[in-house]
């Protein structure tokens, strides 16, 4: 496709494609990835979507999105490496500062967002990761996407990792289950967070962890369709079903019944049938 046609219409070759063909700037990712950001950036493609990338590197990562988010997505690349400066493009911005300072992550929130994606891949250090997030979970749209990897490297101590080691970000995204369900847990110490009104959801993967960003109401549940059965949940619901339905199913009982004795003595009930009509 010639570079005119595609910035106009967006490219059609899937992640893995661009990677393979990939012979302009470098781009290193593990394999299994690309399964992970079609499944959640899919929505979001050709939609002119916002993105942030943290860890620029090469800068191959930032032209991999561009091509397949399509023409008008619109990326920020940040790096603690000044030479990524000269990276810059239409459509692509490049900050040059440290995920590590709350000052820059500030500003980048409010310059640069909000974001429809963020990909943190940045310095792999927990303390990074968390701060990050927190400083740029209020800055996603909501519906937004936010992606950690390379989360492997939380279990190793050169990263100040290791496993279960409680301020990592693995360690704080566990506890992140019982946010997601605090509007159904009993328990009188336990309230809905910050994290139980603006998560949509948690999907955890070898190395990546991908944060749904939502604006959640207490959740509702109804009942469409009509009963096949007089009790529900093991209770009595005769009083809800009309005159008709309710004969229905009690005609629907007797015949279960019959078949339940039939089935009991099968013998008896074949002896009893060819009487009948003898
Ligand atoms: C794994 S590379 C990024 C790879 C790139 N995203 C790709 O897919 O090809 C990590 C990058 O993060 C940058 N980095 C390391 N520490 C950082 C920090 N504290 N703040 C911002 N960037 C940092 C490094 O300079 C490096 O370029």
């Known amino acids: 496709m010639g570079m005119q046609r595609l910035r106009k219409f967006g490219s059609q070759r899937s992640l893995e494609q661009i990677f393979e063909a990939n012979e302009g700037r470098l781009i290193h990712k593990w394999m299994h990835y690309f399964d992970i950001y079609e499944r959640h950036f899919k929505p979001f493609r050709y939609q002119s979507p916002r993105i942030l990338e943290i860890g620029v590197s090469h800068g191959g990562s930032l032209d ?21 400066k000269a990276l810059a493009k239409r459509d692509i911005e490049i900050r040059v500062g440290d995920q590590g300072d709350p000052n820059f992550l500030g500003k980048l929130a409010d310059n640069d967002g909000p974001f429809d994606i963020v990909i943190d891949d940045g310095s792999h250090r927990p303390a990074h990761q968390l701060l990050t997030l927190q400083k740029l979970w209020p800055a996603m749209n909501t519906n937004g996407v936010y992606l950690v990897e390379d989360l492997h490297t939380n279990y190793r101590q050169e990263y100040d990792g290791g496993l279960r ?7 704080f995204v566990k506890p992140l289950i019982d946010d997601l369900h605090a509007f159904h847990t009993r328990a009188e110490d ?16 070898d190395s990546v962890v991908v944060l749904d960003r939502a604006d959640r109401e207490v959740p509702l549940h109804r009942k469409t369709g009509r ?20 004969a229905l199913i009690q005609q629907m009982n007797r015949m279960h019944r019959r078949a339940i004795r039939a089935l009991k003595s099968p013998v008896e009930s074949g002896r009893k049938l060819i009487q009948r009509f003898r």
């Open 64 to 84: 991999l999105w561009q091509e397949w988010f399509g023409p008008g997505a619109h990326i920020t690349g940040v790096d603690i490496d000044p030479r990524v």
């Open 165 to 171: 080691r409680s301020d990592t970000f693995i360690e």
């Open 190 to 205: 336990f309230e809905p967070s910050i994290w139980t009104r603006t998560l949509g959801g948690v999907h955890l993967y």
């Open 227 to 246: 009963p096949t059965f007089d009790t529900l949940y093991g209770r009595d619901i005769s009083d809800i079903l009309d005159e008709d339905h309710l």
